[in-house]
């Protein structure tokens, strides 16, 4: 399923807003000022956010913005650019992750 980047970084910053949130909830404490913006942010997404990870990714924030691991990432751009990334790393994308 194709999704755009924007609706990607919107759920990375919500994400990030719930666990600020969360971790001072559990502290028994208010979110301090300088994290206002974030809160603000979490309060007007959090109706729509159920809505858009449902419809990009069954209901859940993807870790990453491919939906795939980093090394399946690493394996296709070493199939793409596999010989110009040889010649600068000395090794492959997928060899330098694992290694």
């Known amino acids: 399923m194709q999704f755009l980047l924007a609706d990607w970084t919107a759920s990375a910053k919500f994400k990030i807003c719930?666990?600020?949130?969360?971790?001072?909830?559990?502290k028994s404490k208010p979110v301090p000022d300088e994290h206002q913006p974030?809160?603000?942010?979490?309060?007007?997404?959090?109706?729509?956010?159920?809505?858009?990870r449902s419809k990009q990714w069954s209901g859940?924030?993807?870790e990453r913005w491919t939906s795939r691991s980093l090394?399946?990432?690493?394996?296709?751009?070493?199939?793409l650019e596999g010989p110009?990334?040889?010649?600068?790393?000395?090794?492959?994308?997928?060899?330098?992750?694992?290694?």
């Open 71 to 79: 090394l399946d990432d690493c394996l296709v751009a070493d199939s």
């Open 38 to 52: 974030m809160l603000d942010f979490y309060n007007r997404n959090a109706p729509l956010m159920p809505a858009l």
């Open 18 to 26: 719930e666990q600020v949130i969360t971790f001072y909830s559990r």
């Open 84 to 99: 110009l990334i040889q010649n600068e790393m000395e090794m492959t994308l997928s060899e330098f992750y694992q290694t």
């Open 60 to 62: 859940t924030h993807p």
